[in-house]
């Protein structure tokens, strides 16, 4: 059978750096960080203390204040982004055919917060169980696409993926093949989430992943820089509107960027170090090259996984280069968790939309707060260093990994 064309005609996005698609934008390609200090809980004690928090959002100015009450943070950000995606899209909710619109939503971790607090609650009580009756709901990874289905009455596949931080990544490759194969019209997919908590940071720290530059919050996230010493933990969504090309056409959508393949590999190594010569990496990127029927030397732009962790951005460096060969040198390779921090099972929706903004405007987010080389990388290759870069993109990869081997790879191309 013929595989349907897929493209995107809405964004949305909720981040430490804008809470909504232009501020966000804005925000990246003036190389803004999103760290600070945390002040969702009392970090005095723990090891880090800053983060990349979504500021100045009132979750009230969105959904109503009993409605809210039943989310958890991780899920008021799904509605909130897929909002944004929703409108930009122009779907018109009277005439669309709901039965093929589905929500496939990624979250790595889902509602931490909730968790935390019942567990809490119950452990400074008296021993009676009083739990909240929406614990559960609240909690669990798959309610965030539950709230926005029933919010807008879609009715089509609805499931969260769940692979750590390549989560929100795998949601888009699922939502892209659901429209390949004819079986929808319309998917809002991307994700959310919501762990600077007490133990999201906690348990981090435990693992010793999380950078401790406490006395610069700003410059912590540094990937590929030879002094980084661990990621920045981020928080918030991104929602991204996939269509059937033909349907999106006959309705006179603007399309940002056509979807043309995804790649998926396990690097079957270790629970949480990436395999040292990327192997699993290498893997994934020809995997999605292969499924686009695209060429190495057709990609111009790539959005890494970048986290600014010691093993990790060398591991993934290497990758490009072997797949790429000399061609990696004329490739614009960035991060954007330089300054959105590490947004977790929502990384790889964030960045799949810078990814395609890059496409949309023709201007590379930098990779900001690099000083010093690395020289266990190779200096040839253009990592968009502190300052953004024009150029011309045709074809854009976003790298997304997550903790247990699982890697995720999309690409995105300009209508023609």
Known sequence: MELKRVVVTGLGALTPIGNTVEEYWNALIAGKSGAAPVTHFDPEKFKTKFACEVKNFNVTDFIHRKESRRMDKFSQYAVVASDEAIADAKLDMDTINKLRVGV?????????????????NYANGDGTPKFNPFFIPKMIADIAPGNISIKHGFMGPNYTTVSACASSANAMIDALNYIRLGHCDVIVTGGSEAAVTIAGMGGFNAMHAMSTRNDDPQTASRPFDANRDGFVLGEGAGAIILEEYEHAKARGAKIYAEVIGGGLSSDAYHM?????????????????????????????????HGTSTPLGDVAELKAITEVFGDHAKNININSTKSMTGHLLGAAGAIEAIASILAIEHGVIPPTINHSTVDENIDPSLNLTLNKAQERDVKVAMSNTFGFGGHNACVLFKKLN
């Open 272 to 304: 949480t170090a990436p395999h040292p010569d990327g192997i699993g990496v290498m893997a994934v990127m020809r995997n999605c090259l292969e499924n686009a029927g695209m060429q190495p030397e057709e990609v111009d732009h790539i959005n890494t």
């Open 104 to 120: 496939v939503w990624g979250a790595g971790i889902g509602g931490l917060e909730t968790f935390q607090e019942e567990v809490i």
